[in-house]
Nanobody, 127 residues
Framework: QVQLVESGGGLVQAGGSLRLSCAAS????????MGWFRQAPGKEREFVAE????????TYAESVKGRFTISRDNAKNTVYLQMNSLKPEDTAVYYC????????????????????WGQGTQVTVSS
């Protein structure tokens, strides 16, 4: 059974930083693309970033490019999202997700491409 557990969310002022973590268990972590998504109140869940199973390829949403960095530690079965220069519009529940298929190539930016999801962690950025 796959479990994804996010941590690191909280309240931060605009311009500040947070680092989210997501610990995974249940499947061989190093075989799967991992992604971060977010959902603000009244809005659909949206793609934030993804990192390939090897850690060598990353993709970001335009809205976070240059401010957020996704990384992974396959030895610790953990994926991270470093968020800098936070803005009030970054306020949302952030979810990590694990891709459906092992050793996928290409970009995985759609929710349907992910089979497992964490419970989410709230990030609130005050102005």
């Amino acid at each position: 059974q796959v479990q994804l557990v996010e941590s690191g969310g909280g309240l931060v002022q605009a311009g500040g930083s947070l680092r989210l973590s997501c610990a995974a268990s249940g499947r061989t972590f190093s075989m799967y693309i991992m992604g971060w998504f977010r959902q603000a109140p009244g809005k659909e869940r949206e793609f934030v970033a993804e990192i390939h199973w090897s850690g060598t390829g990353t993709t970001y949403a335009e809205s976070v490019k240059g401010r957020f960095t996704i990384s992974r530690d396959n030895a610790k079965n953990t994926v991270y999202l470093q968020m800098n220069s936070l803005k009030p519009e970054d306020t949302a529940v952030y979810y990590c997700a694990q891709n459906r298929n092992p050793y996928n190539s290409g970009t995985s930016s759609y929710t349907r491409q992910y089979a497992y999801w964490g419970q989410g962690t709230q990030v609130t950025v005050s102005s």
